[in-house]
Structure formats: structure tokens, C-alpha cells
């Protein structure tokens, strides 16, 4: 399921830019909280490192969208 999903994402990522509007800025925030909260899964035996890596890809997946 996470590499379905991790395959999805990478098709579809340059769908999700802010500079498109607003509903694809809350599908693409809402995909980048997602895929973080399935890392923070992945790892949550870990809990410093489902942290860290959670973060992460939240900071940078926003800001990609934020810049792109």
C-alpha cells in the first residue's frame, strides 16, 4: 500500500502547486500530510526518527509547493 501510494504521488506531484488555486493547494497540502503521517506509521517503533522524517517531508513538500 505505501509504495501504491508513494507511485501515485510521484505520477501525479506536479498536479499539486499553490500557484494553480485553492483546491489544489488543499488536495496537494492534504496528499503531503498524508504520505507524511504514512512515514510517521512506518517508523513509528522509532519514535525520534518517525518524528524527524515526519517533519520532514512535511517542511518539504510544502515548500515545494509553497515555491513551485
Known amino acids: 500500500m505505501r509504495l501504491a501510494w508513494f507511485y501515485w504521488l510521484v505520477r501525479h506531484f506536479t498536479e499539486f502547486g499553490y500557484s494553480q488555486g485553492l483546491l489544489r493547494a488543499a488536495i496537494g ?35 515545494w509547493l509553497a515555491f513551485h
Do not use: D, E
Request: net charge positive; aromatic share 6%; glycine share 8%.
Open 29 to 63: 497540502t492534504t496528499a503531503v500530510l498524508v504520505t507524511a503521517a504514512l512515514v510517521w506509521f512506518a517508523l513509528h517503533r522509532h519514535r525520534p526518527a518517525a518524528v524527524a522524517a515526519a517533519g520532514l517531508i512535511s517542511a518539504l513538500g510544502i515548500g
